[in-house]
């Protein structure tokens, strides 16, 4: 009976050394997986600005040669890099003012949608200046954005 006893604390103090084996194996994976995680790639804050920048851009020279069909696509790019900045800028206290830009990009929208160019106008204009207004309240006032006067690419059709 004490053979088998003591067989029994021997292989149940194996199976805890292997366990304890196995969990120090998965933790130094986790630990390493976070690391990478860590140093991989993560486009800042300015970066995704620059993207809405070009965009706004050539959502202007869509919508004054009334090609709705790009104008419509420049709108989706820009919502998918607000999109974006919420879910990969959230250490940045601007963020908070990003819902400022929903109504002149709803307006947008249905200018687009109406094939209205009156109101495309009169809602750029209210984009460009939310998107100043902005600057101002996050204390990057001094990055003023306007509307063009040339287009930023000059390989594409507007």
Known sequence: MFKFISTGVILFLAACNHQS???????QQ?????????KTYKPGLGEFM?????????LWFAGKNANWELANFEMGEIR?????????CTDRPEIR?????????????MAI????????????????NTC????????????????PDTPPV????F
């Open 30 to 38: 986790i630990d390493s997986l976070k690391n990478k995680l860590n």
């Open 113 to 128: 949608t109406g094939r209205n160019k009156i109101l495309f106008n009169s809602s750029f204009i209210l984009l460009t």
């Open 80 to 88: 998918e890099s607000i999109d974006a900045i919420q879910q990969y």
């Open 21 to 27: 084996d196995n969990s120090n194996r998965l933790q």
């Open 154 to 157: 000059t390989n594409q059709v």
């Open 50 to 58: 620059t993207e809405i920048q070009l965009h706004h851009a050539k």
């Open 132 to 147: 100043n207004n902005c600057h101002q309240v996050t204390k990057h006032g001094f990055n003023i954005i306007r509307i």
């Open 97 to 109: 003012e990003l819902p400022l830009i929903n109504p002149p990009l709803d307006s947008l929208k």
